[in-house]
């Protein structure tokens, strides 16, 4: 082993109870670095989950055309023309070609999941109850994929719609204010003043009430026939993509070769995006915090060791020790303590974030506190500790090699 | 003879609590082998040139040369590497570092000129002690050995690198009539046997007495030597 190795590691163990002390303190610090951006991890994907279980990355529609129709060619130079209450004449409403926009969509790679779906408002009846709400005809398989709503069922199987023509599941708040419950009929009446009664196969709850109060969802091939539309017929296309915070770039490509409007989720729902930022600066700041109050920690430790070993680095000068292998010597410390302190920390950490998941806590279909295990927080927790450890290892380490070893020994 | 140390009007000031010339211009040469006490009353410089002769205070105008080498102005750095290889200090107070055991402390020197192997350096420090007298407490922490016994430690630590001046800033000051007597015959002996080199300051003018020659210092200047 070195020689300043050597006694920096005799300084270390020769006071075990300081260098617990100093170890404790990165601990503490490295371990709640990792909690808070565990937590605030677990929180994000929290709030984007449930942000997307009603709303895709990317939806494709039929918008009505903005651009004022052009009836009549342009007329040549000695001619006016008047036309007056221009109107859009709709011959297509929603997408008649679903299958092909499919097929087209699935060919970008980023794609992960895509869907069909007929999204229609109607009114829900139940006796003398009669609520107005979406109605969706889904198609089961493909809508678990993107909006992952089997997660969501409170009672019932989702699949059972499949099974079924005449199987609904409702919102928990919609199936609340008509008082239906499991097996019970509800009647749809749809905009075109046709009714058809429907069994309640299943309730689910997402978390965000404005859905829970107003969707119910039907098999997407009830739907055609509800609403008496075509085998291929679709009123929206929903797209999941890989990087959710990419869609816009997707949607983008995709606008190029789909004659249908493609939106991406931030297109009116930059608040989402701003406040998942504004909690992550929150979490770097808090641990930033937390890690400079560890550093102090340490930097106090060190300065107390170099003040009570002044003589001892006198010592060593004398014997002819310079300032660099005092400064090794001392660094050398400090970068044990952070090295040691920042194992133990990310092994607390993990058993705080593991205690933390256990907290009974329910909100949507969470039992209990969102927390995410992140290799990037502990490698992260990790290096900001090293560099702390090594900042408030250095100041003091530098101090004791400006020590006049003169001053010291003749006292 | 050989020519060991040589000092040119060496003039030092202090600063602190206020201007003082505490030496004023002081000259002298010493020759291999030779053992010398430097004495004066308190406040005559004699600690203050001490210091300066073992290049850790560099404040002060002059000039010392050790063994061929010009130390003065040279870098604190390169003075660290100097004093290593060619200055074995004993203190007062023995001033062994008490977290260490008794050869870690006598090795620790080697180790840093890190000239020869672990093993041999072990095997000289074992060797240093036994000449000394300290068998069978080299394993143990350097604070647990008593107060004579530990200056015998650090006369051999100054001793590992088999340095070319061994300076002594009172090594029997805080020692009883026994163990004084003692560590003035150790060095009695390197002197006469070894050929090496001794400087000390002192109080003790029994110990001056038997030495080769005798500095002594009044105001910070020489008056007899």
Same mark, same amino acid.
């Given at each position: 082993?070195?020689?300043?190795?050597?006694?920096?590691?005799?300084?270390?163990?020769?006071?075990?109870?300081?260098?617990?002390?100093?170890?404790?303190?990165?601990?503490f610090?490295?371990?709640?670095?990792?909690?808070m951006?565990?937590?605030?991890?677990?929180?994000?994907?929290?709030?984007?989950d449930?942000a997307?279980s009603?709303?895709?990355?990317? =939806?494709?529609y /039929?918008?009505?055309p903005n651009?004022?129709?052009?009836?009549?060619?342009?007329p040549? /130079?000695?001619?006016?023309?008047?036309?007056?209450?221009?109107?859009?004449?709709?011959?297509?409403?929603?997408?008649?070609?679903?299958?092909?926009?499919?097929?087209?969509v699935?060919?970008?790679?980023?794609?992960?999941a895509?869907?069909e779906?007929?999204?229609?408002?109607?009114f829900?009846?139940?006796?003398?109850?009669?609520?107005?709400?979406?109605?969706?005809?889904i198609?089961v398989?493909?809508?678990?994929?993107?909006?992952?709503?089997?997660?969501?069922m409170?009672?019932?199987n989702?699949?059972d719609?499949?099974?079924?023509?005449?199987?609904?599941v409702?919102?928990?708040?919609?199936a609340?204010s008509?008082?239906?419950?499991?097996?019970?009929n509800?009647?749809?009446?749809?905009?075109?003043?046709?009714?058809?009664a429907?069994k309640?196969?299943?309730?689910f709850?997402?978390?965000?009430s404005?859905?829970?109060?107003?969707?119910?969802?039907i098999?997407?091939?009830?739907? =055609?026939?509800?609403?008496?539309?075509?085998?291929?017929?679709?009123?929206?296309?929903?797209?999941?993509?890989k990087?959710?915070?990419?869609?816009?770039?997707v949607?983008n490509?995709?606008?190029?070769?789909?004659p249908?409007?493609?939106?991406?989720?931030?297109?009116?729902?930059?608040?989402?995006?701003s406040s998942?930022?504004? =909690?992550?600066?929150?979490?770097?700041?808090?641990s930033?915090?937390?890690?400079?109050?560890?550093?102090?920690?340490?930097?106090n430790i060190?300065?107390m060791t170099? /003040?009570e070993?002044?003589?001892?680095?006198?010592?060593f000068?004398?014997?002819?020790?310079?300032g660099?292998?005092?400064?090794?010597i001392?660094?050398?410390?400090?970068?044990c303590?952070?090295?040691?302190?920042?194992?133990?920390?990310?092994?607390?950490?993990s058993?705080?974030?593991?205690?933390?998941k256990?907290?009974?806590?329910?909100?949507?279909?969470f039992?209990?506190?969102?927390?995410?295990?992140?290799?990037?927080?502990?490698?992260?927790?990790?290096?900001?500790g090293?560099?702390?450890t090594?900042?408030?290892?250095?100041?003091?380490?530098?101090k004791?090699?400006r020590?006049d070893?003169?001053e010291?020994?003749?006292? | 003879?050989?020519?060991?140390l040589?000092?040119?009007? %060496?003039?030092?000031?202090?600063?602190?609590?206020?201007?003082?010339?505490v030496?004023? &211009?002081?000259d002298?040469?010493v020759?291999?082998?030779?053992?010398?006490s430097?004495? &004066?009353?308190? &406040?005559?410089?004699k600690?203050?040139?001490?210091y #300066?002769l073992?290049?850790?205070?560099?404040?002060?105008?002059?000039?010392i040369?050790i063994?061929?080498t010009?130390?003065?102005?040279?870098?604190q750095?390169?003075l660290?590497a $100097?004093?290593?290889?060619? #200055?074995?200090f004993v203190?007062?107070f023995?001033?062994?570092?008490?977290?260490f055991?008794v050869?870690?402390? %006598?090795?620790l020197p080697?180790l840093k +000129?890190?000239?020869?192997?672990?093993?041999?350096?072990?095997?000289?420090?074992y060797?240093? +002690?036994?000449?000394l007298?300290? %068998?069978?407490?080299?394993e143990k922490?350097?604070?647990l050995l008593?107060g004579?016994?530990?200056?015998? %430690?650090?006369?051999?630590?100054?001793?590992?690198?088999?340095p070319?001046?061994?300076?002594?800033?009172?090594p *029997? &000051?805080n020692?009883d009539?026994?163990?004084?007597?003692?560590v003035f015959?150790?060095?009695?002996?390197?002197?006469r046997e070894?050929?090496?080199?001794?400087i000390?300051? *002192?109080?003790? *003018?029994? $110990?001056?007495?038997?030495?080769?020659?005798?500095?002594?210092?009044?105001?910070?200047?020489?008056?007899?030597?």
């Amino acid at each position: 082993m070195n020689t300043n190795n050597k006694i920096a590691w005799t300084h270390l163990t020769s006071k075990v109870q300081q260098l617990i002390v100093a170890v404790l303190s990165v601990t503490f610090g490295i371990s709640m670095y990792i909690f808070m951006n565990g937590f605030m991890g677990g929180v994000n994907v929290t709030f984007d989950d449930i942000a997307f279980s009603s709303m895709s990355h990317i =939806r494709i529609y /039929n918008d009505s055309p903005n651009d004022e129709p052009s009836l009549l060619p342009q007329p040549s /130079n000695n001619t006016v023309q008047f036309i007056h209450n221009t109107r859009h004449v709709k011959y297509t409403e929603g997408i008649k070609n679903a299958s092909d926009i499919l097929q087209s969509v699935k060919e970008f790679p980023q794609v992960t999941a895509v869907t069909e779906q007929i999204n229609q408002n109607v009114f829900f009846r139940n006796g003398i109850t009669k609520v107005s709400g979406n109605l969706s005809g889904i198609d089961v398989e493909n809508e678990d994929k993107v909006f992952q709503i089997s997660k969501y069922m409170i009672k019932g199987n989702i699949n059972d719609l499949d099974k079924r023509n005449d199987g609904i599941v409702l919102g928990s708040g919609l199936a609340q204010s008509i008082c239906v419950n499991m097996g019970d009929n509800v009647m749809l009446t749809t905009g075109d003043g046709i009714n058809q009664a429907f069994k309640v196969l299943g309730i689910f709850e997402t978390g965000s009430s404005s859905v829970d109060k107003s969707k119910a969802m039907i098999s997407i091939r009830s739907a =055609r026939q509800l609403f008496s539309k075509n085998a291929a017929y679709a009123s929206d296309i929903q797209v999941n993509v890989k990087d959710f915070n990419k869609a816009d770039l997707v949607s983008n490509k995709m606008s190029k070769i789909i004659p249908y409007k493609v939106e991406s989720w931030k297109d009116g729902n930059s608040q989402l995006e701003s406040s998942s930022m504004l =909690r992550n600066i929150l979490a770097k700041v808090i641990s930033i915090a937390i890690l400079t109050v560890a550093g102090f920690g340490i930097y106090n430790i060190m300065n107390m060791t170099v /003040n009570e070993k002044m003589r001892e680095i006198a010592i060593f000068k004398a014997m002819g020790f310079n300032g660099k292998d005092i400064v090794h010597i001392f660094l050398m410390q400090s970068l044990c303590i952070g090295v040691i302190g920042g194992i133990v920390g990310m092994g607390f950490g993990s058993l705080v974030i593991y205690i933390v998941k256990q907290i009974p806590y329910k909100i949507a279909s969470f039992t209990s506190l969102p927390v995410a295990f992140r290799l990037i927080d502990y490698v992260m927790a990790f290096f900001f500790g090293l560099i702390v450890t090594i900042i408030a290892g250095y100041l003091p380490a530098k101090k004791a090699s400006r020590i006049d070893p003169v001053e010291i020994l003749r006292g | 003879m050989e020519k060991i140390l040589s000092v040119n009007n %060496v003039v030092k000031y202090f600063h602190q609590p206020e201007d003082f010339q505490v030496l004023k &211009g002081v000259d002298f040469e010493v020759e291999k082998g030779e053992f010398i006490s430097i004495i &004066g009353k308190s &406040g005559s410089g004699k600690s203050t040139l001490l210091y #300066i002769l073992s290049t850790m205070d560099t404040d002060y105008s002059g000039n010392i040369n050790i063994n061929g080498t010009n130390v003065t102005g040279v870098k604190q750095n390169k003075l660290a590497a $100097f004093r290593n290889e060619h #200055i074995g200090f004993v203190f007062q107070f023995h001033f062994l570092l008490p977290e260490f055991s008794v050869i870690d402390n %006598v090795m620790l020197p080697a180790l840093k +000129l890190g000239r020869k192997p672990k093993n041999v350096i072990r095997e000289r420090a074992y060797e240093l +002690l036994k000449m000394l007298d300290v %068998v069978g407490q080299e394993e143990k922490k350097a604070s647990l050995l008593s107060g004579g016994q530990q200056q015998r %430690v650090a006369i051999a630590r100054a001793l590992i690198n088999d340095p070319t001046v061994i300076m002594g800033d009172e090594p *029997t &000051g805080n020692l009883d009539s026994k163990n004084t007597k003692n560590v003035f015959s150790i060095f009695r002996e390197l002197s006469r046997e070894q050929g090496q080199t001794i400087i000390t300051v *002192t109080h003790d *003018t029994d $110990f001056a007495n038997n030495c080769d020659r005798v500095i002594e210092l009044k105001d910070g200047q020489i008056i007899s030597q």
